[in-house]
């Protein structure tokens, strides 16, 4: 076989044989293939689509790239979340504390921030000494002391996809269903887990920002998930906004904290809260949703889930005391107030350039190897549908240095739209794709 060959196929919209599809990767990640020839080929499967049959191989292939972890040496089942990502997001640092405190196992291998979205490896490494970067036997170590483990992807896991997802970032190929299908799902069905509850966002902050292609993709998910033989649920949510008062990184693990202690933004606590029951009834803690929702509750109110996070904290090298006194997180330095320059009703959020402003000002990276600025924030005053004055302050940004703060001030206030009439209601959950 001769990638060539193959490349040519996709071009002219040919279907690929598993046999095709198992060559390209195993060649691909064994560094046989150039990434010139990958690229070529992974921008012919943008443009002609991979069929179901092709995405179902590219997934297993990707998937078997590397090692599946074993945890047979865990009773618990074990369950994650996988968010398709946004601005304000963090509800992974609040449901897997909630539901290891559960009883269930949170196996979790997360991302970095990736464009304009957050990553959750990033706001843990806002936590004074927390490692990502453990090795397996660590990961397995961790996760069978506390339940809970949140590691980066390792050398093992799914390494075909580490690759690929590099090369699809900087060519351009990163928005289509069939290889962000492949791609997450060869990651978290890697994790050796039992069942996954997936949040496909959408909206002006979401990858897929039409909610026909949010549901598209989650379907192939769900689908992919159900055919190795997972229990899987995709809710579609909003990213219309961003999730929760708060974004930028110690901002998030803040605003976690006060939702573990049950306080916190409505929308980030009933979404976090949500995950949760779906991944107790997915994980077989409970017999219904509704269950699953009472039971995340008792872990907010007991405070069994927050004294999980001390300690899943503690085992991966962090402070625990942050626990209990935020202000050991990186702060920033300066605080600026976007005003509203006029009064009405905030109609409409462009979640996108909130999260670019963001990242401009230091809290996401240009470039792979850019460091963070964990400190830098933004905390948002209004939601849409709130009433504003003119001159009120509609966002607060935290920052360090002046270097972008012009233009991170004006994307900001740019981003809210102001009108006469008050938007109806938007709901925060759209639907739920294989949950019957
Ligand atoms: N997250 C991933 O892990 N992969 C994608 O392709 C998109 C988002």
Not at 116 to 142: M, N, R, Y
Not at 386 to 393: A, I, L, N, R, T
Request: proline letters at 3%; one cysteine or more; charged letters at 25%.
């Amino acid at each position: 076989m001769r990638a060539v060959d193959l490349i040519r196929k996709k071009r002219d919209s040919g279907e690929h044989s598993r046999e095709e599809i198992e060559y390209l990767i195993s060649a691909y990640t064994h560094d046989e293939i150039p990434d010139y020839q990958m690229a070529a080929w992974l921008m012919a499967s943008w443009i002609r689509g991979l069929s179901r049959k092709e995405l179902a191989a590219l997934t297993e292939a990707m998937l078997h790239s590397g090692e599946v972890v074993d945890h047979s040496y865990l009773s618990a089942k074990k369950v994650d979340k996988h968010s398709t990502g946004g601005v304000g997001d963090k509800t992974s640092l609040i449901l897997a504390p909630i539901v290891a405190a559960g009883g269930l196992a949170v196996p979790m291998i997360s991302g970095r921030g990736l464009g304009h979205t957050g990553g959750t490896l990033d706001k843990l490494e806002a936590i004074p000494g927390f490692q990502t970067s453990l090795s397996l036997s660590d990961f397995k170590k961790v996760l069978g002391e506390c339940g809970m483990a949140l590691i980066g992807q390792t050398a093992e896991i799914a390494p075909a996809d580490k690759k690929i997802y590099a090369l699809r970032d900087a060519t351009s190929t990163v928005e289509n269903i069939g290889l962000i299908c492949a791609s997450i799902m060869s990651k978290k069905l890697a994790e050796g887990i039992d069942a996954l509850v997936l949040d496909v966002k959408t909206g002006s902050g979401a990858f897929m920002r039409r909610e026909e292609d949010s549901v598209a993709l989650a379907e192939v998910m769900v689908e992919t998930a159900k055919r190795v033989g997972k229990k899987c649920v995709a809710l579609i949510t909003d990213m219309g906004q961003p999730l929760g008062r708060f974004a930028g990184h110690s901002n998030e693990v803040m605003e976690s904290i006060e939702v573990l202690r049950g306080g916190g933004a409505a929308d980030l606590r009933d979404l976090s809260l949500e995950l949760s029951a779906w991944m107790f009834y997915l994980g077989e803690r409970t017999k219904t949703v509704d269950d699953g929702r009472s039971l995340a509750v008792e872990m907010v109110q007991s405070g069994k889930a927050l004294e999980k996070l001390r300690d899943c904290i503690r085992l991966q090298g962090g402070n625990p005391r942050v626990v209990d006194d935020t202000s050991i997180l990186p702060l920033a330095r300066g605080r600026l107030e976007v005003r509203s320059a006029r009064s009405g009703f905030v109609t409409d959020i462009n979640c996108l350039d909130l999260g670019s402003a963001l990242a401009m000002l230091g809290g996401g990276r240009e470039k792979k190897e850019d460091r963070i600025d964990h400190g830098v924030g933004l905390e948002f005053h209004k939601r849409i549908g709130d009433e504003v004055q003119g001159g009120e302050p509609l966002v607060t940004i935290s920052y360090n240095t002046d270097a972008q703060l012009r233009a991170a001030q004006e994307m900001t206030a740019a981003s809210y739209q102001i009108g006469d009439i008050k938007p109806p209601m938007r709901p925060l959950i759209r639907r739920i794709i294989g949950g019957a």
